[in-house]
Each structure stands twice: as structure tokens, then as C-alpha cells.
């Protein structure tokens, strides 16, 4: 019986020695995440003084559900749409110190003789911040309020969406122990493939389904539906070949875009704290002080890169976006740390095995100084401002100030823009949901039916009903191909009375989307049958005119696209909502 209970001993003592010692750095006003690493340095096999974890291999599965709870709740705080909505300086700027901090680290593991995959590792942890230590650092000095506070929030956002990606692309760089240019591509490609699919599926679906059982889901069933979901997602991802990290990840950006995304984040809020407090503590078990004094000139080497070189090449790509010193100066000092991504991608190259096991404990160390030295960091843009200032002439800090590198000219509006914006997403989205349609069938449903009606009906009808079941799934998805858009219209309308150049690339593009459609018919009839090209061509051609002039296939596609599009602006049109009632309450108070 005591053996059984090793585990709820060892649980016990994660828990109270972190409420502990989380307490007294509450005291002192230093950061909970740092508690908990300190915690589990205590009741780590490398500290004797106090009792040890015994069953470190339980707490290590406990800690993976820490990282799915963390970037599940992570997910919930996003929106796809606000990110649309943050212009382009936060893009530039994030994914220029990005691409800057992964080569100095990359460089950095070469200088200090560590494999092609651990400096690539390396790379991918020093380019991340710590969302987590730079908000409480705001909280804490009152910054929030100010320009530079929501600029930094943002690139944090889209550090935290890089990392995920990040994530994908080591993993199966580390599967291949190099980076294959055609293996990297297809794994984008698949990302992208998957990520736009459940994207998709997960607005038309989720949305409706709340709505229609509203009546009937209270907190506790709304609980356990969105662990179930995060769940099933983190399976799925596992399933075709993502981390659980990304499942849970997406799952908590669909949930995000609904109705329900704020109450959800309340909800398992008490969940993600103590299975992120049992993560953070399995950080810090790996912690060996043998190991930080061995290791102490690479410990100091990459604290000077991360507090002194990730400042400066922060604030350059910020300042390179179009904001203007202060600002940038602001912005980069505050990303002058590495967090809780470093601890995720540390421990995906050790399980992995693709990282020897001295480097985990030299990021910990790291990161634990840079967390500290995070406040300071912060004020010390000021006084570097003003040096910068007295330093440079009125000329060079105007032109600093108001160079962006995507430059500043005006451009006119020509309407190609809300064409890419609308057309092209839609060709890419029904293209995705189609492809994705031919591949249940071809993988799962036809196997499925052969299986069951094989001994009653020939291989031949079973395609047969295969293909014509598929062709009217997809057909709506081939009419948004083949159709423009109402709003499109009218801009295509302006575009060709504009000049010849519009003309043509509004014909190539119509005959690109005909074109794309035709594809998918052919892909889908030569999956069941083998005919040759001319039949090939005539029966795709006579199911595209069906299709274009069915009236059956017009009302499935536009309810289909009412009932996405409702569901994607039904959290904007119920915060409208809210906000106009508490107007006219203040109102009438005032009244």
C-alpha cells in the first residue's frame, strides 16, 4: 500500500513546498515562476538536505499535462482576428529579432562546440521572451497603460505563435538529425494544411454546438467539454504527426473566437495554475549546482548575450518597423529575458534526445537571471534614452525617428488589396477544405464501406457511390471556387474599367480558380476509376457547369459560409452588444 502511495506522497510534496516557498517570494516581490524552479531545486535528487521526489518519472507525465494546460490557456488568450487587426510594425519587428537572436544563437552554440542540433536549439530558445515575467514586471511598475507596454504585448503574441511553429520544425528536424529542404517544406506545408482545416472546422462546429445546447451546459459541464476538446485536439495533433503542445495550442485559439472563450479562460484558470505550478517545479528538479559551477563561463556568456546583445537587436527592429527611439529603446529592454518557451523547447530536445543533458540546466540558469535583471532592464531604457539623446544630432534622431523600413510613401488604394485580402483567402480555405474532404474519403470512408458491403456489393458500385458522395460534399466548396464573392464583385467591376493590366490578371485569376476546381474533380474521379484523359476532362467539365448552375449547391454554400461567418463575428456582435447595454445603463444613471 505504501508503494502505491509514492506518488500522492511525492505530489504532496511538490505542493506544499511550492506554496511555501512561492509565498515567501511573494514577500519579496519576485516572480511565482521563480519560486517554483527554487521549489523544485529543494525537492530535487541534486539537493539532500530536504526530502526528494521519489517518483520523478510520474512527475515528469504530470509536467507534460503542464505544458498543455499552459499553452491551451495560452491559446484562449489569442485571437487570429486581433492579430490581423495589429498592423505591421509588431510583425517586422518580432520576426526581425527573431530571425536575428536564433542566428546569434545558433553562432553561439558553434563557438562553444555544441552539435548542429543542440546550437539550432539553442537558437530557438534565445529568440523567445517570457510572456509570463514581462507582464508581471508591468503589473508590478505600472506600465501597462503606456504605447511601448502594448507594442511588446503584442510581439510576445506573436513570439508565443513563432515558438509554437518553432516547435513543429524541431521536432522533426531532430527526427531527421538535419534539416531536409524538402522534409521542411512539406512539414510547413502541413501546418499550414492542418492549421487552416481545424481553424475552419472548429469555428463552423464549436460555435453552433454551444449555441444550440446553451440551455443545458453549466460551469461544470463547460469544463469538462473544453478539457475534452483540448484533449481530443492534443491526440489529433499527436495522431498526424504535431506536438501536443500545438493541439492544445490550437484548441484554445478556436475556443478563443467564441462566445464562451472568456468564461473558459475563468474556468480553468485554478487547473492550469497548479498543473503549470507542477511543470515549472519538474524545471527546477533538473537543476544541478555541480553542473552551473562546471558550466559557469557559459552561463555568464549567454546572460551577457540575452541581457545586453537581445536588448540592443530588439530595439534595432523595433526602431527598423517605424517607431521612433524612445519607443524601441523601450520595447527591446523590456524582451531582455528568456522564460517559459526555453524550458519547453529545453526539455523537447532532451526528450528528444537530441540535446545532452548539462544544457538544461545552464538555460534554467539563465533564465532565472534574466528574470530577476527584468525591472532593471526596463528602467534602464530611460537613461539610455537620454544618452542616445544628449549623444546624437536633432538631424540623425528625426531621421531615426521617422525611418521605417517599410517605408513611408502613400500609397493609393487600388482595391487589389481587399481582392487578396478576401479572394485569395477564400481560394485557399475552400482549396483546403476540398483536399482535406478527398482525403477522408480516399483514406477512410472507401475502406470503411469495402469493408462493410464488400460481401454484397462490387468493388465497383461501392466506388461508384464513394465518388458521387464526395463530389457533393465538395461540391459547394468547388462553387466558392469557381464564383466570386458579392463584395469582390463590385471591385472587380472597378478594376476592369480601370486599365488593360487589370483585365488581365482578373482573367488569369478567374481561370486559376476554374482551373483549381477542375483539379479537384479530375484528383477525385481518378482516386475510383481509371479513364482515359478525354473522358477525364469531359465529366470534370459537365460537374463544374452542374455545379455552377445547381441551385441545390448554391444554398448548401451559402449557408455553409452565413453560418462560418456568423460564428467567426459572433464574439465581436455579443461584446457590441454588452458594451451598448452598459451605455445606455450609464446613461440613464445619468439621467
Keep these: 500500500m505504501s508503494e502505491n502511495l509514492h506518488f500522492v506522497s511525492d505530489l504532496a510534496l511538490i505542493l506544499i513546498s511550492a506554496g511555501i516557498v512561492t509565498i515567501i517570494f511573494k514577500l519579496l516581490k519576485q516572480p511565482l515562476v521563480l519560486g517554483y524552479i527554487v521549489a523544485g531545486f529543494l525537492v530535487g535528487p541534486n ?16 509536467s507534460e499535462i503542464g505544458i498543455i494546460f499552459l499553452l491551451f490557456a495560452l491559446g484562449l488568450e489569442f485571437s487570429f482576428k486581433k492579430l490581423l487587426k495589429m498592423g505591421t510594425t509588431a510583425l517586422i519587428a518580432s520576426f526581425a529579432e527573431i530571425v536575428l537572436m536564433f542566428s546569434l544563437g545558433f553562432v553561439s552554440g558553434y563557438l562553444l562546440h555544441w552539435t548542429v542540433m543542440e546550437s539550432i536549439f539553442l537558437g530557438g530558445m534565445l529568440a523567445m521572451s517570457s510572456t509570463t515575467i514581462i507582464i508581471k514586471a508591468f503589473d508590478d511598475m505600472g506600465l501597462k497603460k503606456f504605447h511601448f507596454a502594448d507594442l511588446t504585448m503584442v510581439i510576445l503574441i506573436i513570439q508565443d505563435i513563432v515558438a509554437i511553429l518553432m516547435m513543429v520544425l524541431l521536432s522533426t528536424a531532430a527526427g531527421s538529425q538535419k534539416f531536409a529542404g524538402w522534409d521542411m517544406i512539406y512539414c510547413i506545408l502541413k501546418l499550414i494544411f492542418f492549421m487552416i482545416l481545424w481553424f475552419v472546422i472548429g469555428i463552423t462546429v464549436i460555435p453552433t454546438f454551444f449555441r444550440k445546447a446553451k440551455k443545458y451546459i453549466n460551469d461544470e459541464t463547460l469544463l469538462i467539454i473544453s478539457i475534452g476538446l483540448c484533449f481530443g485536439m492534443v491526440i489529433f495533433a499527436n495522431a498526424v504527426g504535431f506536438s501536443s503542445a500545438l493541439g492544445a495550442f490550437v484548441m484554445g485559439s478556436i475556443l478563443c473566437e467564441t462566445v464562451e472563450g472568456e468564461h473558459i479562460e475563468k474556468l480553468i484558470k485554478g487547473i492550469k495554475d497548479l498543473f503549470g505550478a507542477i511543470f515549472f517545479v519538474s524545471v527546477g528538479m533538473m537543476v544541478d549546482p555541480k553542473i552551473l559551477v562546471d558550466y559557469w563561463g557559459t552561463i555568464l556568456l549567454l546572460t551577457i548575450i540575452v541581457l545586453v546583445i537581445k536588448a540592443i537587436i530588439s530595439s534595432i527592429s523595433v526602431l527598423l518597423a517605424g517607431e521612433n527611439l524612445e519607443t524601441s529603446l523601450k520595447t527591446g529592454f523590456s524582451l531582455a529575458q528568456i522564460g517559459e518557451f526555453a524550458f519547453i523547447i529545453a526539455s523537447l530536445g532532451v526528450s528528444l534526445g537530441v540535446m545532452r543533458s548539462f544544457i538544461y540546466p545552464i538555460i534554467v540558469a539563465v533564465a532565472v537571471i534574466t528574470t530577476f535583471t ?25 531621421r531615426l525617428d521617422s525611418y521605417c523600413i517599410t517605408g513611408n510613401t502613400q500609397r493609393a488604394t487600388s482595391g487589389w488589396k481587399t481582392v487578396i485580402g478576401t479572394s485569395l483567402t477564400r481560394t485557399i480555405i475552400f482549396s483546403v477544405c476540398t483536399l482535406a474532404a478527398i482525403i477522408a474519403s480516399v483514406k477512410f470512408l472507401y475502406p470503411f464501406t469495402l469493408e462493410k ?16 458522395a464526395l463530389i457533393l460534399a465538395i461540391s459547394p466548396f468547388l462553387y466558392g471556387l469557381t464564383h ?16 488593360q493590366a487589370n483585365r488581365i490578371a482578373i482573367i488569369g485569376w478567374t481561370l486559376f480558380r476554374i482551373f483549381l476546381a477542375c483539379f479537384f474533380v479530375i484528383l477525385s474521379l481518378s482516386k475510383y476509376f481509371i479513364f482515359t484523359r478525354w473522358v ?16 441545390k449547391v448554391l444554398r448548401r454554400y451559402v449557408r455553409i459560409e452565413d453560418s462560418f461567418m456568423h460564428n467567426l463575428k459572433a464574439k465581436e456582435e455579443e461584446e457590441k452588444h454588452a458594451a451598448s447595454i452598459a451605455d445606455n445603463s450609464n446613461a440613464q444613471n445619468d439621467y
Design 453 to 468: 458491403f464488400g460481401d454484397f456489393m462490387s468493388p465497383t458500385v461501392i466506388g461508384v457511390l464513394n465518388c458521387v
Design 47 to 62: 539537493f539532500y538536505l530536504f526530502p526528494t521526489v521519489m517518483e520523478q518519472n510520474v512527475v515528469s507525465e504530470w
Design 536 to 551: 477525364f476532362l469531359l465529366v470534370t467539365a459537365a460537374v463544374i457547369i452542374f455545379i455552377s448552375f445547381s441551385q
Design 374 to 398: 527584468t525591472p532593471y532592464c526596463i528602467r534602464a531604457a530611460e537613461p539610455v534614452n537620454r544618452f542616445l539623446n544628449r549623444r546624437l544630432s536633432p538631424e540623425r534622431k528625426a
Design 484 to 499: 466570386h464573392s458579392v463584395r469582390t464583385q463590385d471591385i472587380y467591376s472597378s478594376l476592369w474599367r480601370r486599365n
